[in-house]
């Protein structure tokens, strides 16, 4: 298949806009990562996207709108908390679950009774969905591989494969939207993002953390979220988590022999490391890690190493999504060095 590079112009959303009303499917950019989108609403056309992608077609996919009343006609019901964190936090990179209506496909929802929604706030994807439809769309890369950041990770899994791609630039957050249920009592999250759980906590009050968030699933145990149970964010080298101390972390890495590995790491410890480094950005400053993350487990396979050891992020505010996807890119391969934070 020809796959077509459009700009974020009008005329060339219109193309797409016609590419998506004719059953297409189109990367499209989001603040969080590029999407693979498809009319939410056409069945054959989003079952496309697994084929692309070879995503799994037990996990399901998300909603984008583009305008807060277009959630109506998708969900059965929408709660007042939902309605609170929605007036709150769209557009922005927060998705809801919430019952499904009987419009929602079995290839978006997965065969499950809910559906999750969410608004973007990329202008392009906006206009786009205005003069479409809603949008299904997961990340716009090879399922299991490092979610799309820029137009050329797209272009990298994609090209061939779907198709149209929109160039909308580098996406802001970096990591996928924060993913909250609130088709049950207590809301519950069950992927963090750039929206944090601090932030729902203050708007809506109790929000429980599923245990996936940051341990693997149990033998025989049911994802939540049916995206948690599979391999993820994984470039081809090995990722290997080093949690401890500065010293402790410094000392590990300098007496590595292997010619092949490369160190994840913070601004700071550059010059201290006496493996090459690639930076996600300064130790405090969680939401340049989460911008830099994907794009720094891709370089790393362009560079050719084989062993990646990363360093672990603190578990607050967006540092927790950044911490769940580093976990998930090394198989929960974790050492545990001095001054490790088990918790
Ligand atoms: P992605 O599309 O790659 O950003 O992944 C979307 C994530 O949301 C996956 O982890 C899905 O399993 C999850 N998800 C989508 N719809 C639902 C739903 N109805 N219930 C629970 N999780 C969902
Ligand atoms: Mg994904």
Same mark, same amino acid.
């Given at each position: 298949?020809?796959?077509?590079?459009?700009?974020?112009? +009008?005329?060339?959303?219109?193309?797409?806009?016609?590419?998506?009303?004719?059953?297409?499917?189109?990367?499209?950019?989001?603040?969080?990562?590029?999407?693979?989108?498809?009319?939410?609403?056409?069945?054959?056309?989003?079952?496309?996207?697994?084929?692309?992608?070879?995503? !799994?077609? =037990?996990?399901?996919?998300?909603?984008?709108?583009?305008?807060?009343?277009?959630?109506?006609?998708?969900?059965?019901?929408?709660?007042?908390?939902?309605?609170?964190?929605?007036?709150?936090?769209?557009?922005?990179?927060?998705? &809801?679950?919430?019952?499904?209506?009987?419009?929602?496909?079995?290839?978006?929802?997965?065969?499950?009774?809910?559906?999750?929604?969410?608004?973007?706030?990329?202008?392009?994807?906006?206009?786009?969905?205005?003069?479409?439809?809603?949008?299904?769309? !997961?990340?716009?890369?090879?399922?299991?591989?490092?979610?799309?950041?820029?137009?050329?990770?797209?272009?990298?899994?994609?090209? #061939?494969?779907?198709?149209?791609?929109?160039?909308?630039? =580098?996406?802001?957050? #970096?990591?996928?939207?924060?993913?909250?249920?609130?088709?049950?009592? &207590?809301?519950?999250?069950?992927?963090?993002?750039?929206?944090?759980?601090?932030?729902?906590?203050?708007?809506?009050?109790?929000?429980? %953390?599923?245990?996936?968030?940051?341990?693997?699933?149990?033998?025989?145990?049911?994802?939540?979220?049916?995206?948690?149970? $599979?391999?993820?964010?994984?470039?081809?080298? +090995?990722?290997?988590?080093?949690?401890?101390?500065?010293?402790?972390? $410094?000392?590990?890495?300098?007496?590595?022999?292997?010619?092949?590995?490369?160190?994840?790491?913070?601004?700071?410890?550059?010059?201290?490391?006496?493996?090459?480094?690639?930076?996600?950005?300064?130790?405090?400053?969680?939401?340049?890690?989460?911008?830099?993350?994907?794009?720094?487990?891709? =370089?790393?396979?362009?560079?050719?190493?084989?062993?990646?050891?990363?360093?672990?992020?603190?578990?607050?505010?967006?540092?927790?999504?950044? $911490?769940?996807?580093? %976990?998930?890119?090394?198989?929960?391969?974790?050492? $545990?060095?001095?001054?490790?934070?088990?918790?």
């Amino acid at each position: 298949m020809k796959t077509i590079l459009l700009s974020s112009d +009008d005329e060339d959303i219109k193309k797409a806009a016609q590419i998506i009303g004719n059953g297409g499917i189109v990367a499209i950019p989001t603040e969080t990562v590029y999407g693979l989108a498809a009319d939410a609403l056409n069945g054959n056309a989003v079952r496309k996207i697994f084929e692309a992608k070879g995503r !799994p077609m =037990d996990n399901p996919l998300i909603v984008h709108i583009s305008d807060i009343p277009q959630i109506y006609p998708l969900v059965s019901e929408f709660p007042e908390k939902a309605k609170i964190l929605a007036e709150k936090f769209w557009p922005g990179p927060l998705t &809801i679950i919430l019952p499904k209506s009987e419009v929602i496909p079995d290839e978006v929802s997965a065969g499950l009774d809910t559906v999750a929604i969410r608004f973007p706030s990329h202008k392009t994807t906006q206009k786009l969905i205005s003069l479409s439809s809603p949008l299904a769309a !997961p990340s716009a890369n090879l399922s299991g591989s490092p979610s799309p950041t820029t137009l050329s990770h797209v272009c990298d899994d994609m090209d #061939g494969r779907i198709d149209a791609i929109i160039d909308g630039g =580098d996406c802001a957050v #970096g990591v996928e939207s924060t993913v909250v249920t609130l088709a049950e009592d &207590i809301p519950r999250l069950l992927r963090p993002g750039g929206i944090t759980v601090e932030q729902l906590r203050s708007a809506i009050g109790e929000v429980e %953390i599923d245990s996936a968030v940051t341990n693997p699933l149990e033998e025989g145990e049911k994802a939540a979220s049916p995206g948690m149970k $599979y391999k993820h964010y994984s470039p081809n080298a +090995d990722v290997i988590l080093l949690d401890g101390e500065n010293n402790a972390v $410094y000392e590990y890495l300098n007496t590595l022999t292997d010619k092949n590995a490369a160190a994840i790491c913070y601004d700071e410890d550059i010059g201290r490391i006496s493996i090459p480094c690639i930076s996600i950005g300064s130790e405090n400053d969680y939401s340049e890690q989460a911008h830099l993350l994907f794009a720094s487990l891709r =370089d790393a396979d362009k560079m050719g190493y084989k062993t990646v050891y990363a360093r672990c992020p603190r578990k607050n505010g967006v540092g927790l999504a950044v $911490y769940n996807r580093i %976990i998930r890119a090394a198989g929960f391969n974790i050492i $545990y060095l001095e001054g490790a934070d088990k918790g």
